[in-house]
T-cell receptor
């Protein structure tokens, strides 16, 4: 498949542990986004990578959250010292970042449960 | 201070009838609006979009209307089919500088099409 893939699909962790979530964007897409969807909420923007530019981290809720994108492709979202309120579905999206439409293609998400 | 609001969390429509999903926004800097459809356990998929310079865009059974003066857009699905049953997210785009675009999502409306 040529779509966005994410791993793991489900992650259960204990409060205080660190977790890493992985995203493989569509090949050739220069833009990569992380969102999270908490229960009953819309998609909340977390961070955005565009090519080699510095990422837009304006949506990260705390300094426990960080993300990196290696080689302009795969991205990892890391949550340190997880809290129960971090429980959510974490979605990754990629796009060509074309100004005329900028359609984002989403992965299936990682469901994170913090006990 | 939600910038994109979908005030109806759910909507039920009979098969063959028209489904109308509504979305209101507050930020006049949004330049592009998109609708995404989401099935359970899957990521959102792009459905249809409209530029802020237009008032209507049609694609098959799906039409999006934009009323800029009212800061309101709507998605019409006609005729509705059982396979249209999903959560529909309204999203609005802003340009945040240095080639960076950001989408702001509503909380979604769950559409149920009854056979």
């Amino acid at each position: 498949g040529a779509g966005v893939s994410q791993s793991p699909s489900n992650k259960v962790t204990e409060k205080g542990k660190d977790v890493e979530l992985r995203c493989d964007p569509i090949s050739g897409h220069t833009a990569l986004y992380w969102y999270r969807q908490s229960l009953g909420q819309g998609l909340e923007f977390l961070i955005y990578f565009q090519g080699n530019s510095a990422p837009d981290k304006s949506g990260l809720p705390s300094d426990r959250f960080s993300a990196e994108r290696t080689g302009g492709s795969v991205s990892t979202l890391t949550i340190q010292r997880t809290q129960q309120e971090d429980s959510a579905v974490y979605l990754c999206a990629s796009s060509l970042s074309v100004p005329s439409s900028d359609t984002q293609y989403f992965g299936p998400g990682t469901r994170l449960t913090v006990l | 201070d939600q910038q994109v609001k979908q005030n109806s969390p759910s909507l039920s429509v009979q098969e063959g009838r028209i489904s109308i999903l509504n979305c209101d926004y507050t930020n006049s800097m949004f330049d592009y609006f998109l609708w995404y459809k989401k099935y359970p356990a899957e990521g959102p998929t792009f459905l249809i979009s409209i530029s802020s310079i237009k008032d209507k865009n049609e694609d098959g059974r799906f039409t999006v209307f934009l009323n800029k003066s009212a800061k309101h857009l709507s998605l019409h699905i006609v005729p509705s089919q059982p396979g249209d049953s999903a959560v529909y997210f309204c999203a609005a785009r802003t340009y945040s500088g240095a080639g960076s675009y950001q989408l702001t999502f509503g909380k979604g409306t769950k559409l149920s099409v009854i056979p």
